[in-house]
């Protein structure tokens, strides 16, 4: 099977097929809709040759549909009709998840991705737990207000950086991880990591989407119980085949 990975980002949206060498891109705006997407991709991969698509998406997704519209995008992506539009059939992940699967070696790892946003994923043997820690309270504002794209320009790199540990120690003492991967295009400006960090390359999301595809088409959803005042977790996926194409 041939499969065509969308990785949509806040400032990108990159395209690799089966079979490609390289990736194509196109500019993401705060104004870019799930149509515009979709016509820029086709456009990107005229020629290409592909069965099914898998889309990394910057938001929740739920039993293979995005449930709210990216913070950081246009509208449109909720209701939009992805199979119709590629003409084919197509997996939708959160973009972290994505790159999370893409990266994962096994036991208990925790993905963070630092770009535009702060995505964030958990793995626990084989169990893909995508997350949304970008905006629960953290000091005076949300852990992206001081972790995002938007945070580093206004405090620079140094201070910057000491958000982004401070961070990273407080999710890592929450949740207990074996293996904490740093992903994002912002990761490169870490120098030090803390322990048991180490840092993810962007090719793990198109990598993640080939994994998509090779796990059963009867992956096990697990169904989120509904708790009073409280938010239902986010979709857990099973994904039995780990090895990277």
């Not at 998406?57 to 209701?79: F, I, K, M, S, T």
């Not at 852990?143 to 890592?172: C, S």
Request: proline residues 6%; glycine residues 12%; hydrophobic residues 45%.
């Amino acid at each position: 099977m041939k499969v065509l990975v969308i990785d949509v980002g806040g400032s990108h949206v990159k395209i690799l097929a089966t079979g490609q060498k390289a990736e194509h891109r196109m500019d993401s705006t705060p104004t870019l809709t799930a149509e515009q997407m979709a016509a820029g991709v086709r456009a990107m991969a005229r020629g290409w040759k592909f069965d099914a698509v898998a889309i990394g998406y910057p938001g929740p997704v739920v039993r293979n549909q995005p449930v709210a519209e990216p913070h950081n995008l246009g509208g449109g992506w909720v209701a939009f009709d992805y199979a119709a539009a590629f003409g084919c059939a197509v997996r939708i992940i959160n973009d972290a998840a994505m790159q999370a699967l893409g990266g994962y070696k096994g036991g208990k790892m925790l993905f963070l991705g630092f770009g535009t946003g702060l995505g964030s994923t958990l793995i626990v043997d084989g169990v893909v737990v995508p997350m949304e820690l970008a905006h629960l309270p953290y000091r005076k504002a949300t852990f992206e207000d001081y972790v995002g794209e938007a945070a580093l320009k206004r405090d620079g790199k140094r201070k910057w950086r000491g958000n982004v540990t401070d961070v990273i120690v407080r999710l890592t003492a929450a949740l207990e991880p074996e293996d904490v991967v740093l992903g994002g295009g912002n990761a490169e400006h870490l120098k030090e990591l803390p322990p048991r960090c180490r840092l993810g390359d962007n090719a793990f999301a198109f990598a993640g989407g080939f994994r998509l595809w090779e796990a059963p088409a009867s992956a096990r959803s697990v169904p989120a119980k509904s708790a009073p005042s409280r938010r239902a977790p986010a979709k857990t996926i099973r994904r039995k085949t780990m090895r990277a194409r």
